[in-house]
């Protein structure tokens, strides 16, 4: 309550009127809004090309002008894809494979992570090591991963796959995961251990918890990176272990022509796994994306 002098006159606070738009304003804001459509459609046209494609009937692939809508929608390729290539077990594979992976990497990443942010563990020489280990491409290293495999009789199993991705991923992981257990509070983790739990027990109930944002987007970039893999699973895999991009890539290929309606149907089969993990979990991706980009 607010005592008020006697005799003293106080202004009035009249609402104020909202600010008109002006025609430039306007103008500005519909540019902007223009030209995002436009980047977006610019980065989006190749994917609803393709499945658009797997639509479409042969003669209008290549058709002069392109045909952008089929005008006879067809679902053979579909048909052709699960009945006479036998895709279903390709993706089966796939999602075992990259499942698998994004656990075991994780398994291992996230420890892995913790000691060196926390204790640092290796000096300062491990971080650098490990990133170096990302940066040798796959291509230097495969063939002594495939004699290395056969002699121990691991090409074209599961475990062999993702023991060989487990060794590429683990380092990129940990390397992620490195900053967020470097920028987390330690003084969080050290009053849950003062309160009674065992390092390990806070490390659980409350520092992972804590960084699940952060451990979501690491665990969709291995889970996208595995399942878009082509070159180990084209040399460690066979017929019955194959991966949707084999399938893609070498199944789809005949000796007389190149069946562009499957292989455009197969490809759009292959973003929905991915879309799904992102769209159920964008909550966690949003958040970990932005986590650390402010700073308190």
């Given at each position: 309550?607010?005592?008020?002098?006697?005799?003293?006159?106080?202004?009035?606070?009249?609402?104020?009127?909202?600010?008109?738009?002006?025609?430039?304003?306007v103008?500005?804001?519909?540019?902007?809004?223009?030209?995002?459509?436009?980047?977006?459609?610019?980065?989006?046209?190749?994917?609803?090309?393709?499945?658009?494609t797997?639509?479409?009937?042969?003669?209008?692939?290549?058709?002069?002008?392109?045909?952008?809508?089929?005008?006879?929608?067809?679902?053979?390729?579909?048909?052709?894809?699960?009945?006479?290539?036998?895709?279903?077990?390709?993706?089966?594979?796939?999602?075992?494979?990259s499942?698998?992976?994004?656990?075991?990497?994780?398994?291992?990443?996230?420890?892995?992570?913790?000691?060196?942010?926390?204790?640092?563990?290796?000096?300062?020489?491990?971080?650098?090591?490990?990133?170096?280990?990302?940066?040798?491409?796959?291509?230097?290293?495969?063939?002594?991963?495939?004699?290395?495999?056969?002699?121990?009789?691991?090409?074209?199993?599961?475990?062999?796959?993702?023991?060989?991705?487990?060794?590429?991923?683990?380092?990129?992981?940990?390397?992620?995961?490195?900053?967020?257990?470097?920028?987390?509070?330690?003084?969080?983790?050290?009053?849950?251990?003062?309160?009674?739990?065992?390092?390990?027990?806070?490390?659980?109930?409350?520092?992972?918890?804590?960084?699940a944002?952060?451990?979501?987007?690491?665990?969709?970039?291995?889970?996208i990176?595995?399942?878009?893999?082509?070159?180990?699973?084209?040399?460690?895999?066979?017929?019955?272990?194959?991966?949707?991009?084999?399938?893609?890539?070498?199944?789809?290929?005949?000796?007389?022509?190149?069946?562009?309606?499957?292989?455009?149907?197969?490809?759009?089969i292959?973003?929905?796994?991915?879309?799904?993990?992102?769209?159920?979990?964008?909550?966690?991706?949003?958040?970990?994306?932005t986590?650390?980009?402010?700073?308190?």
């Amino acid at each position: 309550m607010t005592n008020h002098a006697p005799g003293v006159a106080y202004p009035v606070q009249l609402p104020m009127a909202p600010k008109k738009s002006t025609p430039l304003k306007v103008i500005k804001t519909i540019g902007f809004y223009a030209l995002v459509i436009l980047i977006i459609a610019f980065f989006l046209f190749p994917t609803l090309w393709v499945v658009v494609t797997s639509f479409k009937l042969p003669v209008e692939y290549f058709s002069i002008p392109p045909r952008w809508i089929p005008e006879a929608p067809t679902l053979d390729h579909y048909r052709k894809m699960f009945v006479d290539y036998k895709v279903a077990g390709a993706i089966q594979n796939s999602i075992i494979i990259s499942a698998a992976n994004t656990i075991v990497t994780l398994l291992f990443a996230v420890p892995l992570a913790y000691a060196i942010g926390r204790y640092r563990a290796g000096g300062s020489f491990l971080p650098g090591w490990i990133i170096s280990q990302r940066m040798l491409p796959p291509v230097a290293i495969v063939l002594p991963f495939f004699l290395i495999f056969r002699q121990f009789k691991l090409i074209n199993t599961y475990q062999g796959m993702i023991i060989a991705y487990a060794i590429f991923f683990i380092p990129f992981a940990a390397w992620i995961l490195l900053g967020f257990f470097e920028d987390f509070p330690q003084d969080i983790q050290d009053a849950a251990m003062i309160d009674g739990a065992s390092e390990v027990g806070a490390l659980v109930r409350i520092v992972l918890p804590l960084l699940a944002s952060g451990i979501f987007v690491v665990a969709l970039l291995v889970f996208i990176f595995t399942w878009n893999d082509l070159l180990i699973a084209l040399v460690l895999t066979r017929q019955e272990t194959r991966t949707l991009m084999v399938f893609f890539t070498a199944a789809l290929v005949s000796p007389t022509q190149e069946d562009f309606g499957v292989a455009a149907g197969a490809v759009g089969i292959g973003m929905i796994p991915a879309y799904l993990f992102a769209l159920f979990g964008q909550r966690y991706l949003v958040r970990g994306l932005t986590m650390g980009g402010l700073k308190e």
